[in-house]
Every structure is written in C-alpha cells, then in structure tokens.
Nanobody, 118 residues
Framework: QVQLVESGGGLVQAGGSLRLSCVASGRTFSIYAMGWFRQAPGKEREFVARISWRVTNPNYSDSVKGRFTISRDNAKNTVYLQMNSLKPEDTAVYYC???????????WGQGTQVTVSS
C-alpha cells in the first residue's frame, strides 16, 4: 500500500500562485510515476501533470502547460505542483496519485481544494 497526503491548497486571486505538495509513504518503491489531477464542481476528473519517479520527464495538460510545474524530491518522497498565473477556471479539488508499472494510478490522496477568485 501507498499512502498519499496532499497539502498547500487555498484561496488565491487570479494571477497568483500556489504550491501543492504530496507526500508518499508506505511501499514507495512500487511507485513508477506520480500524477496530479483535478476535479471541478460538476465536471469529470482531469489530468493535470505527471512525472516519473526516477527520470525527469514531466508531462502536462495543454490547459496548464507553461503555467504549472511538477517536480519531485525523492529523498522526501514528495511531489510538488507549482501553479503560477492561476485562473478562475483552475478552481478545483486537486488530487495526487501514484502510478505503478501497470500504468494504472493505484493510489490516490484525499485531495486539496484550490479556489481562484476573479
């Protein structure tokens, strides 16, 4: 089992920044990659960003590319999501997830709320 705990969400004005953190514990050796997803009210959960646990090759959705940066600190078993130039449409619950070698995101955090006011 892998446990994931997110933090760093909050209320910010449009144009502002936030940094989300996700700490992994448990069987972290089984993690192949980490991803961030978000779900806005009334919408389906969508992919935001992903980073391999061992190789720095981040992927981003088109909606956040150039504004968000995903990074990791393996020594701390932590993945970050730096969010700049935030827009009201970025408002959502943000979840981190751990991906195994099967490609499936097997483990999910509880989510952290990000609210961007206009």
């Amino acid at each position: 089992q892998v446990q994931l705990v997110e933090s760093g969400g909050g209320l910010v004005q449009a144009g502002g920044s936030l940094r989300l953190s996700c700490v992994a514990s448990g069987r972290t050796f089984s993690i192949y990659a980490m991803g961030w997803f978000r779900q806005a009210p009334g919408k389906e959960r969508e992919f935001v960003a992903r980073i391999s646990w061992r190789v720095t090759n981040p992927n981003y959705s088109d909606s956040v590319k150039g504004r968000f940066t995903i990074s990791r600190d393996n020594a701390k078993n932590t993945v970050y999501l730096q969010m700049n130039s935030l827009k009201p449409e970025d408002t959502a619950v943000y979840y981190c997830a751990a991906q195994g070698t099967t490609g499936i995101y097997d483990y999910w955090g509880q989510g952290t709320q990000v609210t961007v006011s206009s």
